[in-house]
């Protein structure tokens, strides 16, 4: 993006990200690609989108973003508030990697544009845990080896915790219907099952 | 997603100016919007954000009617209580659409507004009319196993895709808009078109006119109701064929019946003459049989989807028995 005042607002760019993610090779070789993009003037044809600015929570905590209008949540989480651990896998609302808590009731994050969360309250998997506390279903994720490679995690926690605060799921086939909007590649479903089980029992 | 301005609006009128304008669209959820933004299929040059709107309610009015605002999301519709207990279809019909996630997002507005998912017209490299208008349908010479057997025409065989509107069409509901000329109430079966020569037009909304709120008319027999979806999964995916149901029964008979299609015509169908047929009969396998016949009569499958006239029939029938056991 060539307007500079919103990075420096939320904090970040792409290029800090990478920097940051300590991707020096890959650093190395898109150095040049970067520094003509930097150098690359819009087509006037072509409106640039226009700027939003949120105010919202994050975390607990107050943020002001100053994002264009087609930044979804995910995106703004990830590559502007530094904020990985929401995990972005289709990007289409259909495999749940993304979820993230609004207002207490889980959302995809990926089909949400930043702008619609004016006043939202989001909590994210770097939310859940109190200091070194884990949550309680990040607590029984592990206990029962919920997960295998781990991508889809923080999406499958985050709709587990959903699932238990919304309270209408009780028996197993109805919890594996209430999670059918996470999808796990390696099949660890059954583990989920009985880990969001166990928080059931002692919520 | 190609570049948009973005206004938040606070009050109905407010929406509605910024809503006529050229390239403009209302956002609420979101949910199918910017989905089909990311792929380059919707294109607004303008999207007003309408959720500060006081639009979130759901009132039980004097008369029994249930007004639902257009901002109620999904999930709060299908628990609301007076749901629950009096229309167990529509709980039933939200509940077997999408994941907790979309439900939690999207509105009921936005739910009546949804655009097929025929494959098709999700991807930009292939001819689709409600896409692109005039450019043909590559579906009726494609693969077509998912889409429409009924209400379909030489231009367009994508499938209505939403559960919810199958319950609310079957309960008679009113569409309630404001516009730029004002308030309308529309009924359910006016709302939405058959796609006919101009599939890109897929409902009666005006430019600018806002869905302000549904409004589900008292029925003293909903309570015995219900919706069967048959899909190829067994949660999170569209419906092949599904019904929506309601039975007016005394003496083991029929008094009447509403019945309701989905995942088989262009849009929401009502089956009125198989209603008519089925009012009088006894309650049993034989009269909701022919019920079925009578409801697919006009159905015209294509290569892939000759299957779903038997299947639509076997989920009525299916519907139609669950409803009647209901105690």
């Known amino acids: ?203 | 997603m190609i570049p948009f301005s973005f206004i938040r609006t606070k009050d109905k009128e407010t929406a509605i100016r910024d809503g006529s304008v050229k390239g403009a669209k209302f956002i609420a959820g979101g949910t199918n919007l910017v989905d089909l933004m990311k792929l380059d299929i919707e294109k607004p040059d303008r999207l007003v954000d309408i959720n500060a709107l006081e639009l979130k309610q759901i009132e039980v009015l004097s008369n029994g009617n249930i007004r639902v605002g257009a901002l109620v999301k999904n999930t709060a519709f299908a628990y609301h209580p007076e749901i629950i207990k009096r229309y167990p279809v529509i709980h039933e019909a939200i509940l077997s659409g999408a994941s907790a996630q979309l439900r939690n997002m999207a509105s009921t507005g936005g739910n009546i507004l949804q655009r097929t998912r025929c494959y098709y017209f999700y991807d930009t490299a292939f001819a689709c009319n409600k896409r692109e208008p005039g450019s043909g349908c590559s579906a009726i010479i494609g693969y077509n196993r998912n889409h429409a057997i009924l209400g379909t025409s030489e231009h367009c065989i994508a499938t209505h895709p939403s559960d919810l509107c199958v319950a609310l069409l079957a309960m008679d509901t009113i569409v309630l808009t404001q516009g730029p000329k004002g308030k309308r109430s529309i009924p359910f079966s006016e709302f939405h078109l058959l796609p006919g020569t101009t599939p890109h037009i897929e409902n009666v909304l005006q430019k600018g006119e806002l869905i302000t709120a549904i409004e589900i008319p008292a029925l003293h027999f909903s309570n015995r109701s219900c919706y069967l979806k048959v899909r190829d999964r067994a949660s999170y995916e569209f419906a092949l064929a599904s019904a929506a149901v309601a039975l007016d029964i005394s003496g083991g008979k029929i008094n009447q019946s509403r019945i309701a299609l989905g995942g088989v015509g262009t849009k929401p169908w009502r089956a009125l003459e198989a209603e008519k047929h089925l009012a009088g009969s006894d309650i049993g396998q034989e009269a909701f049989r022919k019920t079925a016949d009578i409801a697919l009569a006009s159905a015209k499958p294509h290569q892939h989807n000759a299957f779903k006239t038997e299947l639509a029939k076997r989920t009525l029938v299916r519907a139609l028995m669950t409803a009647s056991e209901i105690a």
């Open chain 1, 1 to 203: 993006m060539d307007n500079e005042s919103s990075p420096k607002k939320t904090g970040t760019t792409r290029r800090d990200f990478l920097a940051q993610m300590g991707l020096t090779g890959a650093g190395l070789t898109l150095a040049p690609l970067l520094s003509k993009a930097e150098k690359h003037i819009p087509d006037p044809e072509i409106p640039l989108p226009s700027m939003v600015t949120t105010h919202l929570s994050i975390n607990g905590k107050s943020q002001t973003l100053v994002l264009e209008s087609n930044v979804t949540l995910l995106d703004a989480l990830r590559e502007r508030l530094h904020m990985p651990g929401t995990k972005k896998g289709c990007d289409h609302g259909q495999c749940g990697a993304c979820t993230v808590l609004m207002n207490g009731y889980r959302i995809n994050s990926c089909l949400c544009l930043a702008g619609l969360c004016e006043g939202a309250e989001i909590i994210t998997i770097e939310g859940l845990s109190k200091g070194e506390d884990l949550h309680p279903m990040q607590e029984a994720f592990l206990k029962h080896d919920a997960f295998q490679c781990g991508y889809c995690t923080p999406g499958q926690i985050c709709s587990a915790v959903g699932l238990v605060s919304e309270g209408h799921a009780k028996t197993d086939a109805e919890i594996r219907e209430a999670m059918s909007g996470n999808i796990c590649r390696c099949g660890a479903y059954h583990n989920i099952l009985e880990a969001i089980k166990e928080v059931q029992k002692t919520a």
